[in-house]
């Protein structure tokens, strides 16, 4: 029996913070043993706007999780988002061993892959940002092309397309200073939709081609998956907020209030909101009268501008139509009422609706709700990658910390 490890993912959103500790074991299988979360103060769009505020939340979640499962955690994988991140296409090309000794050319091996990875990504960054993720999309090898794994594979030129997600180093900083404050260190950060996309999409959505759209509190993140790699990433800065902010503003009432009535009453689509009159507490304390139908028609006009942007950002890189899969919906925002039927209308496909698979082993049955497809996949996303986060350390040119499965320090002590 493989020896049980632990991990720790922490999905800082906008609204919300979200600490999972789960166990692991060689062969990739993990189980939740510890779930924390709450409500996100000083953060906007993904970004710290209040040091201060920001380590209160993060602390609250992490100790939700410790009490719950047992351990104390002292290194984490954290999720990164905002209108700071930017993708990029990129394409390297390098000779395969000694090309004047054999007609064929050599055998394509680790050092070759690697070097061609590292010329994909060979561009020039501002001193304040960084590559986060290299996302290989596909090799070629000679004129064979589509190839997902070229090692083994015998040529003399090798050619790699990749999508570069880069960061800015402030911000990433700025992270740090927060868990540095906990006594927390943080091994790796992991872009958000990518993660989510790791906790719901199958094998044939990312083979086949699909468009992962997760609807946050600050911002809406885009991931496309095209020929079993992505081709695509895009951040949109508003989310589920800002509806929230719209019904407080047009109704004249408070945040909490406004939350409450989106998630309640709240319809994507005004023409088949439930028609019921609703009372509740103005700004000025006194009982106010407003209907469904108008609530739902503050709703529908924001969701239709979040939606109609991230069409146009698709369709300036990728035809949906051709995409197998079309859309899948995740995030706190995909829970509206009917948003998935006004969501094909716009998209003019299928669309579903993304959560975590049930067949995962937790200690809280509440977690398989697309609000937490980000910090589930945050541990998905690590544990499939372990080599490449062994390899690479943070706040270099890989973007990602090393050293946490080859020694392990360990993650937790009880």
């Known amino acids: ?9 922490i999905d800082v959103g906008t609204t919300k913070i979200v600490a999972i500790i789960a166990e692991y074991s ?6 939740i043993i510890g779930i924390g979360e709450s409500k996100s103060e000083g953060l906007e769009r993904g970004v710290i706007v209040n040091i201060k505020d920001t380590i209160k939340s993060l602390e609250l979640a992490i100790k939700e999780a410790e009490e719950q499962s047992q351990y104390e955690v002292d290194s984490v994988f954290v999720g ?35 070097r061609v990875l590292k010329s994909a990504q060979a561009i020039n960054l501002p001193s304040e940002r960084r590559v986060l993720h290299v996302l290989s999309k596909h090799f070629k090898v000679d004129n064979r092309s589509g190839i997902e794994e070229p090692e083994g594979l015998t040529g003399s030129r090798l050619e790699a397309e990749v999508h570069l997600v880069t960061s800015s180093r402030t911000t990433e900083n700025d992270f740090k200073t927060c868990f540095e404050e906990l006594g927390i260190d943080i091994k ?32 809406t993140d885009v991931v496309t998956w095209e020929d079993g790699g992505i081709t695509n990433t895009e951040i949109i800065p508003f989310g589920g907020e800002i509806i929230t902010q719209d019904i407080a503003r047009t109704i004249g009432c408070s945040i909490d209030i406004a939350d409450g009535l989106k998630r309640k009453y709240g319809s994507a689509t005004k023409n088949i909101a439930i028609d019921e009159e609703i009372i509740i507490d103005s700004v000025e304390g006194q009982k106010q009268q407003i209907s469904s139908e108008i609530l739902s028609s503050i709703i529908q006009a ?10 146009f950002k698709i369709e300036a890189k990728t035809n949906i139509s051709n995409l197998s899969f079309g859309v899948i919906l995740t995030g706190g925002g ?3 009422n009917n948003i998935l039927e006004f969501a094909e209308d716009i998209f003019g496909c299928r669309v579903r609706e993304g959560k975590p698979s049930e067949k995962l082993k937790s200690i809280e049955k509440h977690i398989f709700n697309p609000k937490y497809s980000t910090a ?38 009880n």
């Open 302 to 311: 924001r969701i239709k501008e979040i939606l109609t942007t991230v069409k």
């Open 376 to 413: 589930i996949g945050i541990i998905q996303y690590a544990i499939d990658h372990k080599e490449e986060l062994h390899t690479s350390k943070y706040g270099g040119s890989k973007g990602v910390v090393g050293g946490f499965f080859k020694s392990l320090k360990e993650l937790f002590n």
């Open 334 to 336: 995909s829970q509206l």
């Open 188 to 219: 790796a950060f992991v872009l958000e939709p990518l993660a989510s996309s790791y906790s719901i999409l199958s094998r044939d959505e990312k083979k086949l081609g699909s468009v992962m759209i997760d609807i946050g509190g600050g911002t």
């Open 80 to 114: 990164i988002s905002g209108d700071h991140i930017v993708g990029m296409n990129g394409m390297g090309v390098v000779s395969v061993g000694d090309a004047t000794n054999s007609s064929i050319g050599s055998v394509i091996d680790e050092d070759d892959k690697d």
């Open 1 to 9: 029996m493989s020896e049980q490890k632990v991990i720790c993912g």
């Open 26 to 31: 060689d062969d990739g299988n993990f189980s």
